[in-house]
């Protein structure tokens, strides 16, 4: 039986497997890391033009900062692709997780696979544990929104118009270095993440997230 | 795989595919018709430079305005980037104190027109407390005084076909501001900043102020100010250098 699954697509077919995650779970899986790899090192080139975080509105050679990054100032222009491929694959990264958000309430994705029920026997208890559950869903519905709000209160534009999505953090410099922070909680999140699904079995945990399809008597984390 | 399923598969392929298609040619006219596309869209990263400048010209649409300090939030530390133009001409118009400094205005205008700072100064001032980041990540709250640039705008008469303005500085980091930019009240021509005349190195004589966009958009060591119905005339095409270097020209982030 074990065979089947690794003939992927085909086994999709069979009933006797069972689909473990939907194709939207999966497409929207696999461009949110694309473009999360894209933000992570775009962003890292456009943080060294500046290495330094500051609190409040403003900050600068010269002010106090709140953490000095022993990293080097790099000022050959590496903020210029950096921020144009930011800003590109955020909007991929944002669009896809509104896709994401919007169907799996529809599909009752976290209903089924992401929510708390009182009883502890349960189908849902039996799929991802406690600790699971808790960080995807702050992955999801508090670390993606803040990285997005305080990405969004850097910009003059945007707080022209919304002025408290800046002035609630604090001032245009707080926002930049809680976004930092929350950009570096994803990052501890990611390698947890990849963390376990090897501990789980690359092959048992990789092959559904592409596949859809669970390898039959595999159950649970 | 059934033939009425492959058929069917097919179909719907090609009508998405032939929506999608139409769907992109509409959405292309009506961004340049509405003025929504950059002149640096060219290339992948331009989807994502047309996607940014066409949702914020959509969101700031009714000249939202930049936030406002009060004095006491001035900051003590202005860092200074770039250095002063390597011009003869540039220098010795300093060394004048720019008493002999013009700022040239033509284009698409009904009157072509030189000011000295003297007139400049006549003309109603603005001043206004902003903040202003630079792309590398530091900022800064200064106040500053001038013009704003839509009552020089209006004193030359902008023609009804224009759609952007360019700006020319004495070095060679021009730049260039659509329409609306242009006419928003807080777009300055400063030639104070907190309550002196002009530093040097902040852009002395006359710079100009962008405050809903980073730092770079304002352009210091200004010399001339044309405007243009197409960005495509001028320099490399791309409304400003920054492309050249690498950089976006619509930075309200």
């Given at each position: 039986?074990?065979?089947s699954a690794?003939?992927?697509?085909l086994?999709?077919?069979?009933?006797e497997?069972?689909?473990?995650?939907s194709?939207t779970v999966?497409?929207?899986?696999?461009?949110t890391a694309?473009?999360?790899?894209?933000?992570?090192?775009?962003?890292i080139?456009?943080?060294?033009?500046?290495?330094?975080?500051?609190?409040?509105?403003?900050?600068?050679?010269?002010?106090?900062?709140?953490?000095?990054?022993?990293l080097?100032?790099?000022?050959?222009?590496?903020?210029?692709?950096g921020r144009?491929?930011?800003?590109?694959?955020?909007?991929?990264?944002?669009?896809t997780g509104?896709v994401?958000?919007?169907s799996?309430?529809?599909?009752?994705?976290f209903q089924?696979?992401?929510?708390?029920?009182r009883?502890?026997?349960?189908?849902?208890s039996?799929?991802?544990?406690?600790l699971?559950r808790?960080?995807y869903?702050l992955?999801?519905?508090g670390?993606?929104?803040l990285?997005?709000?305080?990405?969004?209160?850097m910009?003059?534009?945007v707080?022209?118009?919304?002025?408290?999505?800046?002035?609630?953090?604090?001032?245009?410099?707080s926002?930049?270095?809680?976004?930092f922070f929350a950009g570096?909680?994803?990052?501890?999140?990611?390698?947890?993440?990849?963390?376990?699904?090897y501990?789980?079995?690359?092959?048992s945990?990789?092959?559904?997230?592409?596949?859809?399809?669970?390898?039959?008597?595999?159950?649970g984390? | 795989?059934s033939?009425?399923?492959?058929?069917?598969?097919?179909?719907?392929?090609?009508?998405?595919?032939?929506?999608?298609?139409?769907?992109l040619v509409?959405?292309?006219r009506?961004?340049?018709r509405?003025?929504?596309i950059?002149?640096d869209?060219?290339?992948?990263y331009g989807?994502?430079?047309?996607?940014?400048?066409?949702?914020?010209?959509?969101?700031?649409?009714?000249?939202?305005?930049?936030r406002?300090?009060?004095?006491?939030?001035?900051?003590?530390v202005i860092p200074?980037?770039?250095?002063?133009p390597?011009?003869?001409l540039?220098?010795?118009l300093q060394?004048q104190?720019?008493?002999?400094?013009?700022?040239?205005v033509?284009g698409?205008v009904?009157?072509?027109?030189?000011?000295s700072?003297?007139?400049?100064?006549?003309?109603?001032?603005r001043?206004?407390i902003?903040?202003q980041?630079?792309?590398?990540?530091?900022?800064?709250?200064?106040?500053w005084?001038?013009?704003?640039?839509?009552y020089?705008l209006?004193?030359?008469?902008?023609l009804?076909?224009?759609r952007?303005?360019v700006?020319?500085?004495f070095?060679?980091?021009?730049?260039?501001?659509?329409?609306?930019?242009?006419?928003?009240?807080?777009?300055?021509?400063?030639?104070?900043?907190?309550g002196?005349?002009?530093?040097?190195?902040?852009?002395?004589?006359?710079?100009?102020?962008?405050?809903r966009?980073l730092g770079?958009k304002?352009?210091?060591?200004?010399?001339?100010?044309?405007?243009?119905?197409?960005?495509?005339?001028?320099?490399?095409?791309?409304?400003?250098?920054?492309?050249?270097?690498?950089?976006?020209?619509?930075?309200?982030?």
């Open positions: 039986m074990a065979e690794y003939l992927g697509q086994a999709i077919q069979s009933s497997i069972q689909v473990r995650h194709r999966r497409l929207t899986h696999w461009i694309f473009s999360f790899f894209a933000l992570l090192v775009s962003g080139a456009i943080l060294l033009a500046h290495p330094r975080l500051y609190w409040g509105e403003t900050g600068a050679v010269g002010t106090p900062a709140i953490i000095d990054l022993p080097p100032f790099v000022l050959t222009g590496q903020s210029g692709w144009s491929l930011h800003f590109l694959s955020a909007w991929v990264c944002v669009i509104l994401y958000v919007f799996g309430f529809f599909m009752r994705h089924a696979n992401l929510s708390f029920p009883d502890r026997d349960s189908e849902v039996n799929r991802y544990n406690v699971q808790v960080s869903v992955v999801i519905f670390f993606f929104p990285m997005i709000s305080t990405g969004l209160a910009s003059p534009a707080t022209s118009v919304f002025p408290d999505l800046v002035t609630l953090l604090g001032g245009q410099q926002a930049r270095t809680v976004h570096s909680a994803l990052l501890l999140f990611l390698i947890g993440h990849v963390a376990m699904v501990r789980a079995g690359f092959r945990r990789l092959l559904p997230m592409i596949t859809g399809c669970a390898i039959a008597g595999d159950e984390a | 795989m033939k009425s399923f492959s058929r069917r598969k097919l179909l719907t392929a090609g009508l998405t595919t032939a929506a999608g298609a139409s769907g509409v959405a292309a009506l961004g340049e509405y003025g929504l950059p002149p869209h060219q290339g992948i989807l994502g430079e047309t996607l940014t400048y066409a949702s914020q010209r959509l969101l700031t649409a009714h000249h939202s305005m930049a406002e300090f009060n004095p006491s939030e001035i900051s003590k200074v980037n770039g250095e002063a390597e011009s003869e540039y220098e010795k060394a104190n720019f008493s002999e400094w013009r700022l040239r033509d698409l009904a009157r072509p027109s030189m000011f700072l003297t007139q400049l100064k006549s003309f109603p001032p001043s206004q902003t903040h980041a630079c792309e590398e990540g530091w900022s800064f709250i200064a106040e005084t001038g013009v704003p640039l839509g020089l209006d004193v030359v008469g902008v009804p076909q224009a952007y303005v700006f020319f500085p070095d060679t980091v021009w730049d260039s501001l659509d329409l609306d930019e242009a006419l928003h009240p807080q777009t300055l021509l400063a030639y104070a900043m907190n002196q005349e002009l530093p040097a190195p902040h852009g002395a004589p006359l710079r100009l102020r962008v405050p966009q770079y304002s352009v210091k060591y200004l010399s001339r100010i044309a405007v243009t119905d197409s960005l495509k005339k001028v320099g490399n095409g791309l409304g400003s250098v920054s492309p050249d270097l690498g950089y976006s020209w619509y930075a309200g982030i």
